[in-house]
């Protein structure tokens, strides 16, 4: 009889939850201006649903606000997400090698 081992790995553990918070800040959680006016005045920032600008109709002395993406925050954000859970990978990986010695 073949048995299979039905533990889960560290590792894939890391790797579904870097999709799921890449997941929450990319679509969930989108740092956002809130930008009003023929002269773009802003005012406030906020996270907000990435749809958002389509349901929410938030009038500001007559005018519609609008959603305007922080695109620098989402890749600088995205970038250290990245960097922290490539450098728990390697320290996985690393461990698994002193394991198997």
């Given at each position: ?10 590792r ?53 606000v ?36």
């Open positions: 009889m073949i048995e299979i081992d039905k533990s889960i790995s560290k894939s553990i890391l790797l579904i939850s870097y999709i799921v918070l890449i997941f929450f800040v990319g679509i969930i959680f989108v740092p956002c201006f809130e930008v009003w006016g023929p002269e773009k005045n802003v005012s406030g920032y906020s996270y907000v649903f990435i749809f958002n600008s389509v349901v929410d109709r938030t009038d500001i002395n007559g005018f519609l609008l959603y305007q993406i922080d695109y620098l925050r989402i890749a600088y954000t995205i970038g250290i997400i990245t960097l922290i859970f490539y450098s728990v990978w390697r320290l996985f990986r690393l461990w698994d090698k002193e394991d198997s010695r």
